[in-house]
């Protein structure tokens, strides 16, 4: 290990998550290529894909695959190479790794085994889309994938439909459009989204529109539909009374307990106000 490695990494073998471009070259920091360039090895989710990135940092360290099919082998190979005293370092094709990409079980895999994994931060396609949406003035919560059954992702959203935080999804291309169609049926065409395209890319396409008008943004031009997508949707406005799942948590609960019992469980389940849950409660039954 040159003097110049000895500044950048632990003298403990460790773990070190980098994150990589999400397409512009320029946006990976000095750090990350120095850590990259110092490692004994890198596991990379492509490595024909990650060895374009190596060799325009200058970066000669030897790549090996770790993805979603071998994920639990190649963790313990990680496990095997930190116990022999070598640095290790994980990407994926782009950004952050183990947000909706591979590398979250073998993280928690080194971390069982006791060696340290160390974030390199740095790109991150749901920040990168969140920081210009406008919408997190409050918070968000990071969705990611939905399921790719229609169903299935109706149910998901509908779940979150009363969620006051800006939601960020990930979208596939040839998913893209029915699941917008979805999101306008479930939180309704007034509901503001943000649509990133190919962030940081050449192609790169960030608009902000209604729900309602996003199926026909996307119909009006077919390569609207290519490349990678994040979908940011502005969080529920603040409603007057319970709501409509609250409302129909506690009548469930009044179906089978006391009315006490009852408005305190849905505000447990709901995060909705237990005075008013109580009140309505009430209400509810003298409507009996």
């Not at 990379?44 to 060895?51: F, K, L, N, P, V």
């Not at 790719?148 to 009363?162: C, F, I, Q, T």
């Not at 408005?263 to 389940?269: D, F, G, K, V």
Request: hydrophobic letters at 50%; charged letters at 25%.
């Amino acid at each position: 290990m040159t003097d110049s490695s000895a500044r950048l990494l632990s003298r403990t073998p460790s773990l070190y998550v980098v994150a990589t471009p999400l397409g512009n070259l320029g946006d990976i920091s000095a750090r990350a290529q120095g850590i990259l360039a110092a490692v004994d090895v890198i596991a990379a989710e492509d490595t024909r894909h990650s060895q374009r990135l190596m060799e325009a940092c200058g970066v000669r360290t030897r790549l090996v695959a770790l993805h979603q099919h071998n994920e639990q082998r190649a963790a313990g190979q990680l496990v095997e190479w930190l116990a022999a005293g070598q640095h290790v370092a994980l990407i994926t094709d782009a950004g952050t790794p183990a947000v909706s990409d591979p590398g979250a079980k073998a993280v928690a895999r080194v971390r069982e085994a006791g060696y340290p994994v160390v974030p390199v931060p740095g790109a991150c396609a749901a920040i990168a889309a969140l920081s210009v949406s406008g919408f997190a003035e409050g918070g968000f919560r990071f969705v990611g994938f939905l399921s790719p059954k229609s169903g299935a992702r109706r149910a998901s959203l509908a779940a979150l439909v009363e969620d006051r935080d800006a939601l960020v999804f990930y979208e596939a291309p040839h998913r893209v459009l029915e699941c917008v169609t979805d999101m306008a049926a479930v939180f309704g065409p007034a509901r503001e989204i943000l649509v990133a395209r190919e962030m940081t890319k050449l192609h790169e396409e960030i608009v902000r529109m209604p729900l309602g008008e996003a199926v026909a943004w996307f119909e009006a031009d077919s390569n609207r539909v290519r490349g990678e997508f994040v979908l940011v949707v502005d969080g529920a406005p603040e409603q007057e009374g319970l709501g409509v799942e609250a409302e129909r948590v506690l009548d469930l609960l009044l179906g089978e307990l006391p009315v006490k019992t009852a408005a305190r469980i849905a505000a447990e389940i709901t995060g909705a106000p237990k005075n008013a849950l109580y009140a309505r409660a009430l209400a509810l039954k003298d409507a009996d």
